[in-house]
């Protein structure tokens, strides 16, 4: 996938911090992996760092990016320019897909003063969002959707705080990290067996969550949790009060856990990575491997990922071995 990144010009941090915060809000909600802006701004940096760390994803900010610098670096990349003076949006669309389909990291430029003329002729497409001044934002918000044909709004941001949409009301839902796990396996005087079962199940799961296009967090929650309604199933009320959605995963792993068909057990790629973890951690009471269901022949990749290799005695079921 083609990588999108924009860069903020002549940003002057009194005036445009608000702005320039808002462009950089939206290239991250829209599908763009990071934002560089020509003058150096720390608290801009801290601000939108803050916002990727509590609501998730890869978004990157670097400040204090010369345009001189910029556009040295940008030799090998596509270069949108938004501009009230460019080529309506409807008009560039074929020249957009192109882009798109270039195998070229794209940027998008955007201004806060008056753009140098240099920009224009190095861009490899001005683009106008109507042939009227408006705001970078709305230009910005608009092009993205042009560029991702809508797909920006099943992005996914896996981050601690989730908003649970509805129509009425305001609701945000907090996915505990592994520390804020900790101490809720303490709060509720769990026995050491089961702090060792949390820590040996979610250093396994991570083995296989890493490098995959996963929710950590949410598999990490799940591990660690898992052990509290092993311990005692009531506890799932507790886990409903942190997050209904770690604890709704929690309720499926135990249930595919105690199910004899696992295969028809319909679960998430994170819940699927719990279930085979609580399997394979040590502290596992089950004996019984039903080596030959759907459900284990899923799992030879996590055993690549955790063994290297599939550990002795465990066969693939598809009479490979
Ligand atoms: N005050 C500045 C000046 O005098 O040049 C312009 C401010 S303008 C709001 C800031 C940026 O918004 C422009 O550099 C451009 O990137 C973007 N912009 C404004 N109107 C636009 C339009 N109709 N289409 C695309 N981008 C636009």
Known sequence: MTDIKVYRYGHRPMRDKRVTTHVALTARAFGASGIIVDTGDEQLERSISKVVNDFGGDFSIETGVSLFKFLKNSKNMNLIHLTMYGIPIDQSMEKIDEIMSSGKNLVIFVGAEKVPGN??????????????????????????????????????????????????????????????????????????????????????????????????????ACSMLLPLVENDYENIKSLNEVSKTVADSVIRIVNALSHEDRGNVPLSTEEKIVVYSALRSPGNQEE????????????????????????DGIGSGNGDD
């Not at 002729?121 to 683009?127: G, R």
């Not at 993205?144 to 989730?162: A, T």
């Not at 040996?200 to 490098?211: D, L, P, Q, V, W």
């Open 288 to 311: 019984a491997w039903d080596h030959g269901s759907e459900f284990f022949m899923e799992f030879d990749f996590m055993d690549q990922e955790v063994y290297g290799q599939k550990p």
């Open 119 to 220: 920009v224009y002729a190095e861009s490899s497409l001005n683009v106008s969002v109507t042939s009227q001044p408006i705001s970078e934002i709305s230009a910005l918000a608009i092009l993205l959707d042009r560029i991702m044909h809508g797909k920006e709004f099943s992005l996914k941001f896996p981050g601690k705080l989730r908003v649970v949409p509805m129509e009425k009301g305001k609701k945000v839902e907090f996915i505990p990290d592994r520390s804020r796990c900790l101490e809720i396996l303490r709060e509720k005087r769990l026995p050491p067996e089961s702090f060792e079962r949390a820590v040996e199940i979610e250093s396994m799961s991570m083995k296989i969550a890493t490098g995959i296009d996963c929710d950590i967090n949410l598999v990490t």
